[in-house]
Nanobody
Framework: QWQLVESGGGAVQPGGSLRLSCAAS????????VGWFRQAPGKEREGVSC????????NYADSVKGRFTISRDSAKNTVYLQMNSLKPEDTAAYYC?????????????????????WGQGIQVTVSS
């Protein structure tokens, strides 16, 4: 049913690391800008990080700069979000989206419900 599937979430202590994967099925993810969004209880869904279809441009929310890294593995048709130095504030459901037309700036600016593909979300919990 889902053409984008997130994996790699779970529970981790503050300061720990996780790597989220966004794997595409039935289409080539290289041709799409891809974004990671997250939503914590009581908060709006916010853009975390986005990468262009060419991988030449990336975008990060101020809250994750220097800690998170977005990347592609074309051979695996997957986009990753490496999350280091995790904080309790990073606790949220994380979603990946893909769009063939959006710039990384536009893609990360706000959740718009107009993406070509989106995943079901995966939970990340950072606590002691």
């Amino acid at each position: 049913q889902w053409q984008l599937v997130e994996s790699g979430g779970g529970a981790v202590q503050p300061g720990g690391s996780l790597r989220l994967s966004c794997a595409a099925s039935g289409f080539t993810l290289d041709y799409y800008a891809v974004g990671w969004f997250r939503q914590a209880p009581g908060k709006e869904r916010e853009g975390v990080s986005c990468i262009s279809s060419s991988s030449g441009s990336t975008n990060y929310a101020d809250s994750v700069k220097g800690r998170f890294t977005i990347s592609r593995d074309s051979a695996k048709n997957t986009v990753y979000l490496q999350m280091n130095s995790l904080k309790p504030e990073d606790t949220a459901a994380y979603y990946c989206v893909a769009d063939s037309h959006e710039s990384v700036e536009r893609l990360c600016s706000a959740w718009r419900n107009v993406y070509d593909y989106w995943g079901q979300g995966i939970q990340v919990t950072v606590s002691s």
